[in-house]
């Protein structure tokens, strides 16, 4: 399958590869998808709580080249965003932007979700300030 | 050392050299229709095309009146099957095989069930074989035909064809083995497995694309097939359709090289696919072999790679031409049913990378290989949730996924 450049550009130098810290009450951790469907992404982002703009955004995917392209440029995207803004972003802005197929529709998907899941996590956090921050949103351990 | 490298020998080979020569003349000066009986050109074809057969007959030990020239081998297996199944009507309409078999004998099967044959799918244990004492269980008297492969396509693991054989002497019933992968490159001998039918191709033995065989019995027993392509009559009436001279050619000379060379071939390529998995295994932690390694193509390794998704991995080392089991390779989105028959898990089939090795392949294209795909597994690993989380501890079994 033929890439574009700026998937193949994502992949070779990813942008915001790494980890925040999750207990920290201003970062909220999304992670979707499953490794039997063959793409999991985390997602976090950091959040100043005075004026809601996303300052630091980070992620981690087990997936194909365009999960971690998708990714990788949602975190890009993300950074100065309000939290407002950062849901409004589509994954087919995604789509557009990297030029995926449609086979690849779902990528852009799970992390139009991880953005989602990421910044839900950080809004149950603010709401239950004080109470011990759940350690992840999207996926829990069961036992 | 050339780049890229080719170390997908199990899709195709190239055609060797030696082989191509043999073929040129077929293609001009003797360009005859080898069912030309009554003058030269046919004639020279014709010898051309039984020189060949012998060449194929000889390399599983076989009489060339017992092989037929066919497209490739999804024709061959889809004749084995369907030709006996319809000749056999009358004795049963049950049919044996196994659920790592290569989609030419699957689909196959599949279609014989919606024409109202019952068939059964044995399933393969963690190493990839199947179980005699299961397969003696599925035998019935309606039990017309077992089809089990000589040599897995992907894992390259060898099925138990001589027990398999001498089981279905003992019960029978006919033995069919697709023998493309193994044929050429391991002994294989139609007398002493014990088979009926066997499919063969010359694309994955360094001949060309677009010609088969299928081995048919004739004495003890003598196997009959219904004819699946109508027309002139070519090939004992098994296969008719003009005789694709240079290609059989082809055949036939690829046929002889394996035949000459296989000892020392499979000896050298066992040599450098141990030596990869060995710099591979050194390198990395939580990688896993893919069925058994005591049962296998000397030229194979399938390795899956935890936590790395085989696609993202195939693009990493994009100067390597290999497959990779995991769904977004596939055109049907779903990753190898054949590792997933296995039984070790979906995400591993995602993650997993078939090697196969080849006439061409050096010692210096192993190595970069293996370090090549260090880099990029350790990369990607860097980046991977998953190996994040075992590595803070966390029992990736006991998640609840999100799917999606």
Redesign the interface.
């Known amino acids: 399958m033929a890439y574009s450049n700026k998937v193949i550009d994502h992949y070779e130098n990813p942008r915001n590869v790494g980890a925040l810290p999750k207990d920290d009450a201003n970062v909220g951790t999304g992670l979707v998808g499953a490794p039997e469907c063959g793409d999991v992404m985390k997602l976090q982002v950091k959040v100043n709580p005075e004026t809601g703009v996303i300052d630091d955004a980070k992620f981690k995917t087990f997936g194909c080249g365009s999960a971690i392209a998708s990714s990788s440029l949602a975190t890009e995207w993300l950074k100065g965003k309000t939290v407002e803004e950062a849901l409004a972003i589509k994954n087919t802005d995604i789509v557009e932007e990297l030029s995926l197929p449609p086979v690849k529709i779902h990528c852009s998907v799970l992390a139009e979700d991880a953005i989602k899941a990421a910044i839900a996590d950080y809004r149950k956090k603010r709401e239950s300030e004080g109470a011990e921050a759940p350690a992840l949103a999207g996926a829990q351990p069961t036992a | 050392m050339k780049l890229p490298i080719y170390m997908d020998y199990h899709a195709t080979t190239p055609v060797d050299p030696r082989v191509v020569e043999a073929m040129l003349p077929y293609f001009t000066d003797k360009f005859g229709n080898a069912a030309s009986r009554n003058h030269e050109f046919g004639w020279v074809a014709e010898e051309a095309v039984e020189t060949a057969r012998k060449q194929v007959a000889e390399l599983i030990g076989a009489s060339p009146k017992e092989i037929i020239f066919t497209s490739g081998a999804t024709e061959s297996n889809n004749l084995a099957i369907k030709g006996a199944v319809e000749m056999y009507r009358e004795k049963g309409n049950h049919v044996i095989t196994c659920v790592t078999e290569h989609k030419a004998v699957i689909d196959t099967c599949k279609r014989l069930e919606k024409q109202g044959c019952r068939v059964t799918y044995l399933p393969v244990a963690k190493d990839g074989r199947i179980d005699l004492d299961e397969l003696r269980d599925a035998i019935t008297d309606k039990t017309v035909l077992i089809s089990i492969m000589a040599a897995n396509n992907e894992i390259g693991v060898l099925q138990p064809i001589a027990e398999v054989g001498a089981l279905a002497k003992e019960k029978g019933v006919l033995l069919h083995t697709d023998a493309v992968q193994a044929a050429g490159k391991v002994p294989f001998n139609v007398a002493e497995q014990k088979v009926d039918l066997v499919s063969l191709s010359a694309h994955k033995m360094y001949g060309p694309k677009g010609v088969g065989a299928l081995y048919v019995r004739r004495r003890n027993p003598r196997v009959l097939l219904s004819e699946q392509v109508n027309g002139g009559g070519h090939e004992r009436g098994m296969r008719s359709g003009t005789l694709n001279v240079p290609g059989i050619v082809g055949f036939g000379a690829a046929a002889a090289l394996c035949r000459a060379e296989m000892a020392t071939e499979s000896e050298r390529l066992r040599g450098l696919r141990d030596r990869l998995n060995e710099v591979l295994h050194r390198n990395l932690d939580e990688i896993f072999i893919n069925g058994s390694m005591e049962h296998r193509l000397p030229h194979n390794l399938n390795i899956s790679f935890a936590?790395?998704?085989g696609?993202?991995l195939l693009?990493?080392i994009n100067d390597v031409a290999v497959s990779s089991g995991?769904?977004?390779?596939s055109a049907s989105?779903e990753?190898s049913y054949v590792l997933k028959a296995l039984g070790a898990?979906?995400?591993l089939a995602?993650s997993s990378i078939r090697f196969g090795l080849g006439r061409w392949t050096t010692e210096a294209e192993v190595e970069y290989v293996a370090e090549k795909l260090t880099s990029v597994v350790r990369r990607l690993r860097?980046?991977?949730?998953?190996?994040?989380m075992v590595k803070e501890g966390?029992?990736?079994s006991?998640?609840?996924?999100?799917?999606?």
């Open positions: 936590y790395v998704e696609e993202s693009m990493g995991s769904a977004c390779t989105l990753p898990g979906d995400d995602h860097e980046m991977s949730p998953l190996y994040e966390v029992d990736l006991k998640m609840q996924w999100v799917t999606h």
